[in-house]
């Protein structure tokens, strides 16, 4: 795509969101047509004609290309009335939401009193139409073919199993990907093309639409075939058997009929011309009822289309290659690519994968903290050692958050039985052991977030040493990284664990009911454990309505309060844990607290910087 300067963009996102005014006659503005459309950056036009364009897009908030294909609804030539229109749009929206591995998917679709806007799926390759314009002999070998009409074969069945027919199939509307996938488009469209002025009758194709369609009649499953029969015969013989410049040229080109397509292939199986001269009578009740019996016919001995599909692939990222390789030389490539989205960050926006890294390193770092420390009393004798096997812990733990939570319930488990008596240890054992486990099997093992953000609270109880420095910390991981419960009971739990893993280094191992309760049982860890688990809720709730917000109005007061919550949690915390003791409480003491406070809340912000405002429902 060439280098275009600001200016420039601007007019062309302008020039494909236009608004013009119409005839009354046209349906109301849908409202949420301009509120959609703000979400799409054009990045290049693919297809403009009379009838409509297509826009290659970036979404904004989900960072993937989209097309957008803008559907103009009056014609200039033909009057149309606002019922009629109307029907063609509600029949073109319910039409084009088939979802169907060989059907390109409709991410929304909606319209103003201008035009009506298709959201699709960006299908990175080439049409059925510029595949057969590049290759030798404008036509496929029959293996490609086979692996065509099967895919074909199979969406347009799915279609009419769901009572859709198609109208307008033509190698323009036949897509294939980079891997050989088939997908067709533009399901619906053809009623929209009628019923706004364009085209022929019924909106079809001259030179793939049946007689009935062409002069108006009554159309059902037999005319998608008719027009399915002439996309493989032109792609087989590498001629379109019916392209006129008129409808009744074609019609009368129809009547006299094809030409036999074994005087083109004198190899091609008999079944498959059989089926493409059945499929392409004039008369509808001389062709087959069904797109699978039409399938049936065609496809045996045809070709392999698996073969067929391996074949197109790499045809397609041959001819694409060069256009690929220019586009990354352009000029003002990386620009693009590295455009800061608020809603994903600046690292986000720069990988996919910001959010997942950022999980891993921090499950990973927490568990090898808390492995060394656990390792010290029953691993092996030198620090290095130790750290070569937390290390290594904590690097299976960044792979797999999940298993990094798993980890750290068995290490405190088998730390406090190897050196405490079992009778002792047995209490606290058994309920460190149920509730790890109802965590683990709830949350855990399915929510990488939930299990970083309990791995980290983990760490931070265990080094700090105080559970008021190391509460904020923990809310604001739990916030950032989970949801609702999932981020509460992470505080809560990781909390607690963390403690007792201090109290083991404390008691050189041993961890009776007396040293847990010790640990856990105390006005301090109480307070900040409680209040950890309701702040971090709160956040992580506060969180996902800033979100919402923000997808709704652009609006970002939301997060000024989310960063406040652990801030304020802190301060709390501070006086439920020492009520009596506050006013003897050293400047230092106060102020530590204070800073701990303002440092979570500045780590929010550098987050959503790093990560974006999106709040998914696991966080991460």
């Not at 493409?276 to 039409?294: E, G, I, K, Q």
């Not at 801030?567 to 400047?587: C, D």
């Amino acid at each position: 795509m060439p280098n275009t300067s600001p200016s420039q963009q601007r007019t062309r996102v302008l020039d494909f969101f236009e608004r013009r005014p119409v005839p009354e006659r046209v349906p109301a503005p849908d409202a949420t047509a301009s509120a959609l459309l703000r979400r799409y950056r054009p990045l290049e036009t693919r297809a403009a004609g009379g009838f409509g364009s297509v826009e290659i897009c970036l979404d904004s908030r989900l960072q993937r290309r989209v097309a957008i294909k803008r559907i103009p609804l009056t014609s200039p030539d033909v009057r149309t009335t606002a019922e009629t229109v109307a029907d063609a749009l509600a029949e073109a929206r319910t039409a084009s939401m088939l979802q169907h591995p060989n059907i390109v998917s409709v991410i929304d679709f909606t319209y103003d009193a201008a035009y009506a806007y298709l959201v699709m799926e960006y299908v990175d390759g080439m049409s059925l139409e510029e595949f057969l314009a590049e290759v030798d002999g404008h036509s496929l070998t029959y293996d490609e073919a086979a692996c065509i009409a099967d895919a074909l074969v199979q969406a347009l069945t799915f279609a009419h199993e769901n009572g859709v027919l198609h109208l307008d199939i033509k190698p323009a509307n036949v897509l294939i990907d980079r891997n050989g996938h088939v997908k067709l488009t533009d399901f619906g469209m053809a009623t929209l093309t009628s019923a706004a002025g364009f085209g022929g009758a019924r909106g079809g194709t001259i030179g793939y639409m049946p007689p009935e369609q062409l002069r108006g009649d009554e159309v059902d499953e037999r005319t998608d075939i008719f027009a399915l029969a002439a996309v493989i015969y032109e792609a087989l013989c590498g001629t379109a058997p019916f392209r006129a410049a008129t409808p009744a040229d074609s019609e009368s080109r129809i009547e006299q009929g094809v030409l036999y397509p074994s005087d083109l292939l004198p190899d091609i199986p008999e079944n498959t011309e059989e089926a493409l001269l059945c499929a392409l009578s004039p008369s509808p009740r001389d062709r087959m009822t069904s797109v699978a019996a039409f399938g049936d016919l065609l496809l045996a001995g045809l070709g392999h289309a698996r073969e067929g599909r391996k074949s197109l692939a790499t045809m397609i990222a041959r001819l694409t290659s060069d256009e690929a390789d220019e586009d990354a030389e352009a000029p003002g490539r990386a620009e693009r690519t590295w455009e800061l989205d608020p809603t994903e960050g600046y690292l986000g926006s720069q990988t996919p994968h910001a959010r997942r890294i950022l999980t891993g390193l921090g499950a990973g770092v927490s568990v090898a903290f808390v492995s060394w420390a656990l390792l010290a009393l029953v691993g092996p004798d030198t620090a290095v050692a130790r750290g070569a096997a937390g290390a290594a812990i904590g690097a299976a733990a960044g792979a797999a958050p999940q298993m990094g939570s798993a980890l750290v319930i068995t290490g405190l488990i088998v730390t406090a039985l190897a050196g405490t008596p079992l009778l002792a240890a047995l209490p606290v054992v058994v309920l460190a052991l149920a509730l790890g486990a109802a965590w683990w099997l709830v949350w855990g093992r399915l929510d990488a977030g939930a299990s970083a953000a309990l791995v980290i609270a983990s760490a931070l109880f265990a080094g700090a040493g105080d559970p008021v420095l190391a509460m904020p910390f923990a809310v604001t991981a739990a916030a950032l990284l989970a949801q609702g419960p999932a981020a509460a009971s992470a505080v809560a739990l990781g909390g607690a664990l963390g403690s007792l893993v201090a109290a083991l280094g404390q008691t050189e191992g041993a961890l009776g009911i007396a040293e847990a309760a010790q640990a856990v049982v105390n006005l301090p860890s109480l307070a900040s454990l409680a209040l950890g688990a309701a702040a971090a809720m709160g956040a992580s709730a506060v969180l996902a309505r800033a979100w919402q917000r923000y997808q709704d109005a652009a609006k970002t007061g939301g997060y000024v309060l989310a960063s406040l919550v652990p801030a304020a949690a802190t301060l709390v915390g501070f006086a439920l844990a020492y009520p009596m003791e506050i006013p003897s409480l050293s400047p230092m003491r106060a102020a530590t607290v204070a800073a701990c406070g303002i440092a979570s809340s500045i780590i929010v912000w550098i987050y959503l910087y790093l990560f974006g405002y999106r709040k998914s429902s696991t966080g991460v």
